[in-house]
């Protein structure tokens, strides 16, 4: 911004300036659509080797389909912190816009980058995986829905603390397993629901707690962005 | 110095007592247990393995409330303190895991079924394990202490979760015989006064060796800072 030091965006416009600019950082490198599209294809190609023809009973089913994307998540999902710190562009980061739009422009790309994550491991999962059959597709897509956001969110949180430390990568999934925990319980409970044709109102006990998560992990973290982001 | 021959009396009693006390179908003098049906002599358990587990939440809490501090105040002090509290935890975590499962193997058959209580234990030691890679990855005094102390925040934010969650997965074979699902008090007067006698002795042994730690800690940290200068 030439235009001097007194100039200050709004804060949803910083916030979504945050978001295009790593929308356009990443679709010039394609860094994180790559791994993370490699690492879905991958994951899903063992599990299919590892099952042959046999099939799994669909408990396993449902679990396994969150495996691949907890850790396709956990591959890229660091890289928006990481990549500020690595360009040294974190500084300039925090001069030109308040820590808060940071964080909303970084969990708005997280989340539009889990969403399409998830999207694409369920439509392969789904289309490769024999005996993996949805019957209840409301659930399923709100499922989808809901644990994307939760898991961004998170993600969000521990990316921003992990890029501090020295060992970036390595720590990741150690750092966000146990946070993520409680949302993986619920979004494999209610996989396996969709997939056993339950009505849509018995999965209500597990929406409520999805979106109680989204909630809490959302405040508390924007409560204490500013700590991590601000030297 | 008194405080620590006090407490050193006190627990050797709660133990020795604790192990000791003749277990009767109907107690009649005040020194009987009760026998607890389904549990008998395993029963003897809760005097170790209850304070245990209550201190690994209790240091847990205690080591998030300093980094809460230490957030407000940057003062190196709250750090160690909380640092401090959450070795403690992972060492009375691993305890009450440890005892809890050899517990299980002989009134469940088995080291480990995943019970939601073992769930929620091996959650809080993967917390704990995270939160001290997470320390050890971080050079700078002042940026491992604020990330230490955001993370333990957020883990605590996460954990209410599984109250809710676990019973919806699992249903649980732990025992209660201190509130159970009928709110009836299985223990009688003896076995609760020991029982309490107990978790005040631990939790005495905590704040003793919470001291103890952050003193050291205080000494390392004045040791290096002379030596750097």
Redesign the interface.
Known sequence: MSSGDTYRPSWGRAALAVFLKDWHSELRTRYAISALGMFIVTTISIVLFSLGSEGAPIEALSGMLWVVIFFSAMSGLSRTFVAEEERGTAMTLQLHAPSSAVFAGKLLFNGVLVIALTILSAILYAGFINGFVIKTYSIFILTIAFGSLGFAA?AT??AA?IA????KGT?YP??S???L??LL??VI?ATRLAAEGALLEEAF??FQ?LI??IV??VT??SL?FD??WKD | MGYRIALGIWLSVVIVLALTLPMVAQPQHWYDLPIIPGLEGRARIIFFHVPTAWLSALAFVSSMVYGIKY?RKRNVEDDIKSSSAAGLGFLFCLLATVTGAIWAKFSWGTFWNWDPRETSIF?LL??Y??YF??RS???VEE?RA??S???S???A??MP??L??MP??LASLHPEPLLNAQGKVHMNTTMLALFLASLAGFTGLFFWMWNLHVRTQRIDLHQSMTKGE
Do not use: H, M, Q
């Open positions: 998170a949180i521990i603390i501090r430390a020295s060992t720590l150690v750092l397993f146990p946070i925990l409680p319980l619920t409970n006990g597990e707690i109680s998560y809490v992990v508390i973290s204490v700590y991590v | 957030l959650v993967l917390i394990g995270a890679a997470l990855a971080i050079d940026k604020t990330l102390a955001v993370y925040i957020i883990a934010a996460t979760f599984f809710f969650i919806r997965v």
